[in-house]
Every structure is written in structure tokens, then in C-alpha cells.
């Protein structure tokens, strides 16, 4: 049962979807992972579904400039076994892997987990943790934001996210997770990505949205990536960072972030030799 009434239209073109999208209480519909299940509880609202699911421009995974771009429309199964993907952002793939089950990611779509608020996903962190940039579509024309501060903004009223456009920076990524054994949500989610830099290290979960941790990378650069010399830069991050809940404590999670990012760090130093 859907407990709220809508009306639903399937524009013929990204340009006529932006046009009903920026009306009141107009929502667009894709994979429906998140938003439709919140219709059926009353969580959600819709006056209007926007169906862009047949926009072939939405669609599809390229390479170019040595930048890989994915298609909001990409289902999270293509994401996680493409070539493509799989060689130059292994922490998104495996981030995609880790999404729900398989129905799941048969019909989740990239651009609606990095989209949805209110709950933590798989995806944005490691698009954090790869320096990735959104692409959306809007009455003003095409903006690119980046992943970090899309993941706290959300995206713009009346936009379309169109695209992921991630560095093709090479295999040394990784991505770890505990999942909430109910929802299968992260509890605690962490990507990471060697540079000549030092680490790019995100969390998702423990925080309250996908967060680059720049003090943790800061301690951490030049190594060792120990899981003693991980856990200690964890340690010295202020609690209030970590956010208690679902029966954990901000203790726990700061220590169960740097269990994770240590894990991924190693799994990154091993496909990169």
C-alpha cells in the first residue's frame, strides 16, 4: 500500500524531466530503492514522480583524459563488475559489491545511493575517499561538486544528478565495511586511496555523513599503515566525531573505523605492489 498519493510522468528528455522537477514536491524516480519504500511507511512524500529510468544519457560507463565517468543511471551491479571500474577504482566497485543483495543492486542505480539522505550508503564514501566529482544537471546548466561536499549538501532543488566522474589514479583503493545486520547499511564504512601524497581516507557510518578524515591522514602520512600506527591516529581524533547509536558507543566506532581503515590500507598496499 502507498500511503501517498502522487501523479507520475515519463518525460521524454533530461531538458522536459528538469521542467516538471521544478515544481512543488516533484521527486525523481530511478532504481525507487529508497524512495519508494518510503512512500509505502508514509517517511516519504511525492505530489509528483519524475521517471527518468529510460535516459539513455543517464546511462553507461567511459573512459577519457585517464577520468573514468559513470551514468547516474548505472545499476549498482554493472558498477561492481566493470572492467573499467574494477581496474581504476577498485574501492567503488568493491563499494558496490557490498550494497544490499543482489535485487538490490540489480535495480539501485550509482546516482540514487550517492543521492539519498538520512541514512548512510556505500558509495559516497568511497567516491570521497577517490576525490570523485558529482555532475548534475539544472535550470542553470550542468555543475560539477565535488563528492565531499555532496555528501553533505545533498544534491541542489530541482536538479538531476547525471554522472560520477572519478580520478583513474590505478588499483591502489580499497573499501571495508560492517554492515547493520537488520538494514545491511554500513555501521561502519571505510574507503581509502594511496597517493604520492599519502592517504585519502573517508568513513561512513560512525560519522554522521561519508567524511574525509584529514587529521587521521595527516598522522598516518609517510607510514607505517600498522594496524597499531592506524589505530593510535584514530585515537587521536576527538569523539565527538563519532556519532553513538543503534546500541554502539562513540568509543567503539572511532575504534572500529580505524580497525576498518587499517584493514583497507593493507588491502590497498597489496594490490598496488
Known amino acids: 500500500m502507498i500511503l501517498t498519493d502522487f501523479d507520475y510522468v515519463r518525460p521524454a528528455g533530461l531538458d522536459e524531466a ?10 525523481v524516480l530511478a532504481g525507487g530503492q529508497s524512495l519508494l519504500p518510503g512512500l509505502r511507511t508514509g517517511a516519504d512524500t511525492a505530489r509528483l514522480l519524475v521517471d527518468v529510468r529510460h535516459l539513455a544519457e543517464l ?33 567503488l566497485a568493491a563499494a558496490a559489491r557490498a550494497n544490499g543483495d543482489p535485487q538490490v543492486r540489480n535495480l539501485g542505480t550509482t546516482g540514487g545511493n550517492l543521492a539519498v539522505t538520512g541514512r548512510p550508503t556505500d558509495l559516497p564514501v568511497a567516491a570521497v575517499a577517490a576525490g570523485a ?91 607505517p599503515y600498522t594496524t597499531e600506527a592506524v589505530l593510535a591516529a584514530f585515537r587521536a581524533e576527538p569523539r565527538e566525531l563519532f556519532v553513538p547509536g543503534r546500541g554502539t558507543s562513540a568509543e567503539y566506532l572511532g575504534h572500529l573505523a580505524g580497525v576498518l581503515t587499517a584493514r583497507a590500507l593493507a588491502r590497498a598496499a597489496r594490490i598496488s605492489t
Do not use: N, Q, W
Request: net charge positive; charged share 20%; hydrophobic share 45%.
Open 18 to 27: 528538469l521542467d516538471l522537477l521544478a515544481g512543488p514536491g516533484a521527486r
Open 59 to 91: 546511462r553507461g560507463i567511459g573512459s577519457a583524459g585517464g577520468s573514468l565517468r559513470i551514468g547516474a543511471l548505472t545499476t549498482l551491479a554493472e558498477l561492481a563488475a566493470h572492467p573499467l571500474v574494477r581496474a581504476a577504482a577498485p574501492g
Open 133 to 223: 566529482e558529482v555532475e548534475l544537471a539544472g535550470p542553470g546548466g550542468r555543475i560539477r561538486m565535488a563528492a565531499e561536499a555532496f555528501a553533505e549538501t545533498g544534491p541542489p532543488a530541482g536538479s538531476v544528478l547525471t554522472a560520477l566522474l572519478v580520478p583513474g589514479a590505478g588499483p591502489a583503493a580499497a573499501f571495508e565495511k560492517t554492515a547493520d545486520r537488520a538494514t545491511r547499511y554500513p555501521l561502519c564504512a571505510a574507503a581509502v586511496r594511496l597517493t604520492p601524497d599519502g592517504p585519502r581516507i573517508a568513513v561512513t557510518g560512525a560519522t554522521p555523513r561519508a567524511l574525509r578524515l584529514r587529521g587521521v591522514e595527516d598522522r598516518l602520512r609517510g607510514g
